[in-house]
């Protein structure tokens, strides 16, 4: 688990560069960034692939992509539900 961190530019919970990252059965919330600078994870040129993780109420977008991707490797959930007492304004995505 990766919570309740604040970067004071990108990268909030994970701020990643180069390389092949594997997330599995982990999560990340509440974690801030800048505004669309990664307030889950900053992805700067690697991938990042996920697996039965959650990202969800980070504040500077859940996942920001800056010449990186990321890869579903199934049962992720990605976002923050609309209306809950938590939310981001970031939409649920289930990969």
């Known amino acids: 688990t990766i919570y309740g961190n604040t970067a004071n530019k990108e990268g ?8 092949n990252d594997l997330l599995r059965n982990v999560t990340l919330s509440r974690n801030t960034a800048v505004a669309n ?11 990042v692939n996920l697996h039965n993780s959650i990202i969800a109420e980070n504040t500077g ?7 990186g991707q990321y890869l579903s490797l199934g049962n ?3 976002g923050d539900a609309p209306g809950d007492a938590n939310n981001t304004k970031n939409p649920v995505v289930y990969l």
């Open 12 to 19: 909030g919970g994970i701020f990643t560069i180069s390389g």
């Open 37 to 47: 600078s990664g307030g889950g994870i900053l992805n700067f040129g690697s991938r």
């Open 61 to 67: 977008a859940e996942i920001t992509l800056e010449e």
């Open 76 to 78: 992720n959930l990605i």
